[in-house]
């Protein structure tokens, strides 16, 4: 098992397959923030790879279902995990939902309303990490910071603009 502060045990580089799809130019910059993100701090761990990393991550789709092909940094297959969407369907539509009353509560709402939805927007943010970092379990391990970048990165990959 790796630790959390093994720079072995992290993303170097997360690519989108064609799979996904191009979007808007507001959502393309969404997808490449929450990646810089991820890149930029992580802890990521494909259970029993021997040899460690730091490794690469390429996300595809397939059927509604997310593939994780993960590859070392010089290329060399290491694990492919497919992890299937519909657990985060609800999820990910009410964290939309909530954003968006976010982005009109800012516009004109007393600042306790806005905390009050900012804490309601987080709260499913977290949930929707954990579920992530569940359905990972026994795959890829992840701590909650890196499930939180992962999950942010699976709702922009939901977003249509």
Known sequence: MASGGDKKARLIDVELDES?????????????????????ENSFYPV???VGGPYRLKLSLVES???FAITRE????????ILSLAPFRRVVKDYFMICES??????????????AIDMGRRGLHNEGSQTLKERLGG???VDFDTARRLFTLVCVLHWRG
């Open 65 to 67: 279902r997310l593939v």
């Open 74 to 81: 010089n290329g060399e297959e290491v694990a492919i995990h």
């Open 102 to 115: 976010y982005y009109q509560a800012i516009r004109s709402a007393t600042p306790s309303k806005i905390e």
């Open 48 to 50: 029993g790879d021997a």
């Open 20 to 40: 996904i799809g191009r979007s808007t130019p507001d959502v393309e910059h969404e997808r490449a923030v929450a990646i810089f993100d991820l890149i930029e």
């Open 139 to 141: 795959k890829i391990e």
